[in-house]
């Protein structure tokens, strides 16, 4: 099946510091989804990719789908201890299968 | 998390002992799904559907059957519980795939199988 590959595994960072984490992939993907995750609850959406060069922005995070279509990247300006939780990729191969690949998150840390 | 409502939120089972893990959203979705979450795993899909009388097998089926007879409720059922799905279940729904559409999922039930 297709593989996600998301490093870092875990970031342990000082407040006020950008952080970026990646997936990879072994396969086309037509859509990319970031997601996070608090602990107890369910994964919340932070920003959905639908084209390959598309960088797009929700507030101090900013996402990228890769132009080959099997990368994409989240970054986080200015961390604040809020953004403290699992961050998950998550990519759709397209179709009307609706089936989601994740990949095994980033554990952010941010330090006060 | 809007819309979409999971329960029981904690469970502990028995081995060998069944339980149905309850799912309902209220945003007309056509698509639902579960996942099971595990330590160091991500998110893995169980079982799926497309809409009502739809059903079909994501990742990680076995040990687990699904039905939807109606587009609101999407229960995952554990016939006979082992150990290995001692686990946290998502279930998720969406509208479709369309630009814009996301996925919303529900906030988690806990089981524990002993």
């Known amino acids: 099946g297709q593989q996600l590959n998301q490093s870092p595994q875990s970031m342990f960072i000082q407040e006020g510091e950008d952080v970026s984490m990646n997936c990879t992939s072994s396969?086309?993907?037509?859509?990319w989804l970031w997601y996070k995750q608090d602990p107890g609850e369910g994964p919340v959406l932070l920003i959905a990719l639908y084209k390959a060069g598309e960088l797009t922005s929700n507030g101090r995070l900013t996402a990228q789908f890769g132009i080959t279509r099997k990368d994409s990247f989240l970054n986080i300006s200015a961390s604040i201890p809020s953004d403290v939780g699992i961050y998950f990729c998550a990519g759709h191969s397209g179709g009307s299968n609706y089936k989601l690949t994740f990949g095994k998150g980033t554990l952010l840390t941010v330090n006060p | 998390n809007a819309g979409v409502t999971q329960t029981p939120k904690f469970q502990v089972l028995k081995t060998g002992q069944s339980m149905t893990l309850q799912c309902a959203q209220d945003m007309n979705h056509e698509y639902m799904s579960w996942y099971r979450q595990d330590p160091g795993m991500g998110l893995r899909l169980i079982h799926y559907?497309?809409?009502?009388?739809?059903?079909d097998q994501g990742e990680v089926p076995n040990g687990y059957n699904v039905s939807r007879s109606t587009t609101e409720d999407f229960p995952l059922r554990l016939l006979s519980a082992a150990p290995s799905q001692t686990s946290v279940y998502f279930c998720a729904s969406s509208y479709g795939w369309e630009t814009g559409n996301t996925i919303y999922f529900g906030e988690g039930s806990w089981l524990t199988v002993v």
């Open positions: 559907s497309v809409g009502a009388g739809i059903t």
């Open positions: 396969s086309i993907f037509n859509t």
